[in-house]
């Protein structure tokens, strides 16, 4: 129940609404308990008696609580419309704002297609809940009270059988929601699963297409759909008991009541509208329990989305914000025997005692194997992640205590995984800068070489590029990256293998145009050693550690990895 209570306090602000839409439901439901009791005076005095004056005075109270009723109705409408559609809109916002505030490490604990669902499945869920919950949760417990009281006051003796049904409602309601709880938490997974297929598979569409993969793609999808069907047909079944069991004691009830209320009568123990009155009120009052069972059974199904909600919102952001920010004049970069690891209880680290300067300005080159913590290591310098031990420190400051949005700001990153966004070529440069002019956003295409292609495209700067920059090659997508990142004016530029699909003189072409930009520090990442041949030091990696370190000349003298890529390269190069 805590989640629900982490969810409650999202009500701010909208609880008056959902307090004015069960004050309605209370108000409409005592008016037509009312009803009941007014037709059996109806059938007792004014039929016996054959009083027209009975009709007319007892017609109009029916007409005037079924107008009342109707009005209270339409007024909870508007009310519960109101604030069940705004606490989705405000879980949705909550749940996207908390994720835009996560780490990598807190990303790692969710999967994309899991935070999907839960932003849209589990909100419905709750939503579908309140839609059909609402109006039953306030109903049922008073049309439950009132017609208890209500058939009482008409025979007690009659009543008395609500004392053997009402048991046997509960119990079947126990078992019923005992059962089925934790199968909604078993659906909800079991959709993860299918939205992480579908996901996977429309990001990979090409590949697949590619590979004639199809058939096995769809024989994939077709697995985890008959799963959830398995399993929603599983849950459904056991909650849809509900209604045969509890009509079936109302019919039980009905029975009884029929063979008790006829010997009362022929006994002149009761009249025919008191049977009728009591016969009404049963139908409310079992109607009254089968809704009080449904909102259990929807409160069951919504605690399930309520939990998974709830540890999007609950879970701790790992990356706090410092106060200080950045030092504007100094560049430097010094890493302190920095340990890492992305799991905690992780056995080995990925990084293992990395002791380095990277002087203001200068250019630095990092290479190594596959796998040998490369990216990890640059990750580490815009705080995507934090240090497990040891530190980082940028003119002398260390990153931990530096304003997190300044630090990202002077730091900018072209990432292995080059993102484009659905809009224009200029839209997606002003990522790097909103208020860029349409000047600045050319020069810096003209520093990444992206230039030369977009003049060529019909609508220049203003193309529009599709989904994950689908209608432009992988070269042109790491040059319109690394145009992105220099709008940001970065003093510490990071490309993190980001020339490995542009040609050599492309790439060359590059790097002379980074190097006129003054006081820019550079850290490069690639696999050609061409791409690093003309930095200040360049930094060899083996299993996370410092395998060496120098200049291009001092390494092919000092390590056989860079001499021996060195030299396969070149010789590839002379075929």
């Known amino acids: 129940m805590s989640s629900l209570k982490v969810l409650f306090a999202y009500t701010k602000g909208i609880r008056r609404y959902f307090v004015f839409s069960i004050l309605c439901v209370a108000i409409e439901t005592s008016f037509e308990v009312f009803i009941p009791l007014l037709m059996s005076e ?22 005037g609580c079924a107008i009342l009723s109707l009005i209270f109705g339409l007024l909870y409408a508007r009310y519960a419309a109101k604030a069940i559609t705004l606490f989705g809109q405000r879980l949705r916002s909550v749940q996207y704002q908390k994720i835009q505030s996560y780490s990598f490490a807190n990303l790692d604990h969710f999967e994309t297609s899991s935070l999907i669902t839960r932003l849209t499945s589990d909100v419905t869920v709750i939503q ?39 048991p046997i409602l509960a119990v079947i309601l126990f078992f019923v929601v005992r059962k089925v709880a934790p199968m909604y938490s078993v659906l909800q997974k079991v959709i993860d699963s299918v939205n992480r297929l579908i996901q996977e598979n429309l990001t990979a569409i090409r590949a697949i297409k590619a590979f004639v993969r199809d058939e096995y793609e769809e024989e994939q999808f077709e697995k985890v759909n008959q799963d959830l069907a398995k399993i929603s047909q599983d849950t459904f079944h056991i909650a849809s008991l509900n209604t045969p069991a509890f009509q079936m004691t109302m019919y039980m009830a009905i029975v009884g009541l029929m063979t008790l209320g006829i010997h009362l009568i022929v006994q002149n123990q009761m009249q025919v509208g008191e049977l009728t009155g009591v016969l009404s009120y049963v139908l ?247 791409s690093v041949s003309h930095c200040d030091q360049i930094l060899i990696l083996e299993d996370g550690k410092i395998a060496a370190k120098g200049s291009h000349e001092e390494l092919l003298q000092t390590s056989d990895f860079y001499r021996g890529l060195y030299e396969s390269q070149q010789k590839g190069a002379s075929l």
């Open 42 to 63: 109806i059938i007792d005095v004014g039929i016996a008696q054959k009083d027209p004056s009975v009709f007319m005075e007892q017609g109009l109270e029916m007409i």
């Open 284 to 530: 409310q009052i079992m109607n009254s329990l089968m809704m009080i069972s449904n909102v259990f059974l929807l409160i069951t199904r919504s605690l399930a989305s309520c939990n998974r909600i709830a540890q999007v919102v609950e879970e701790k952001v790992t990356l706090i914000s410092g106060a200080l920010p950045l030092t504007p004049k100094d560049s430097s970069i010094d890493f302190h025997h920095v340990y890492f690891k992305y799991a905690q209880n992780a056995k080995e680290y990925v990084l293992n005692d990395i002791d380095w300067h990277i002087p203001a300005g200068s250019t630095v080159g990092i290479m190594g194997a596959t796998g040998s913590a490369k990216s990890s290591l640059v990750q580490l310098i815009a705080r995507l992640y934090d240090v497990s031990e040891g530190s980082i420190k940028i003119g002398q400051v260390d990153v931990r205590d530096m304003n997190l949005e300044d630090l990202r700001n002077r730091v900018g990153m072209v990432l292995q995984k080059n993102t484009l966004f659905s809009g224009t070529i200029k839209e997606n440069m002003r990522w790097g800068d909103s208020n860029a002019s349409d000047e600045e956003i050319q020069e810096a295409c003209k520093i990444a070489c992206a230039d030369e292609f977009i003049q060529k495209m019909p609508d220049q700067y203003d193309t529009y590029i599709e989904q994950g920059g689908n209608n432009v090659s992988g070269g042109q997508k790491q040059r319109l990256c690394i145009a992105r990142a220099l709008l940001k004016k970065p003093k510490i530029l990071i490309l993190d293998d980001s020339t490995s699909a542009v040609d050599t003189n492309t790439d060359h072409a590059i790097r002379n145009s980074l190097s006129k930009i003054h006081g820019l520090t550079q850290i490069i990442i690639a696999q050609r050693v061409s």
């Open 128 to 166: 579908n809940s309140l839609v059909n919950g609402i109006r039953p949760f306030a109903r049922g417990p008073i049309i439950l009270i009132l017609g208890l009281v209500m058939s009482f006051l008409i025979n007690k003796e009659l009543s008395v059988i609500f004392l053997f049904t009402t």
